[in-house]
């Protein structure tokens, strides 16, 4: 985890970028929301409830989201970090879309994880550029 912070340090950050401390309270409280409505999402599907194609969007999500960490500070790949960013964004964007009419208070408890990872997609772009 010191890696990480020192990595996040040592790169070059727009004005708006929060600090490196705020990351892990905000992606506590998100991966508690993800793990609560992520799961209610597959207990549905494994209870026959929902289909694959509406499993599939959130497994995807969750791939990405915790690539995202290795991506940009383990192998520190800016541009690599963007294109996963891209697609977190997109696949958590299909899921709340797709389980909407079924069970709406998913779409609901994921506003938060889909505004923090909106932000997050424009600070990763932003330093991908202001570092290559």
Do not use: H
Not at 27 to 38: K, M, P, Q
Not at 91 to 102: D, G, R
Not at 120 to 130: D, E, N, P, S
């Amino acid at each position: 985890m010191n890696n990480i912070y020192t990595s996040y340090q040592e790169l070059i950050k727009p004005a708006f970028a929060p600090p490196a401390y705020l990351f892990g309270p905000v992606w506590t409280v998100l991966y508690i929301l993800i793990a609560i409505s992520f799961g209610y999402v597959a207990y549905k599907y494994f209870k026959g409830k929902i289909s694959f194609e509406i499993l599939l969007p959130f497994i995807l999500n969750l791939i990405f989201n915790f690539s995202f960490t290795y991506i940009q500070f383990g192998l520190k790949n800016l541009p690599l970090a963007s294109i996963d960013i891209l697609l977190t964004l997109t696949t958590l964007i299909w899921a709340i879309s797709v389980i909407y009419k079924k069970y709406k208070w998913v779409t609901l408890v994921n506003i938060p994880y889909l505004l923090w990872v909106s932000f997050a997609t424009i600070l990763q772009l932003t330093i991908t550029y202001l570092n290559l």
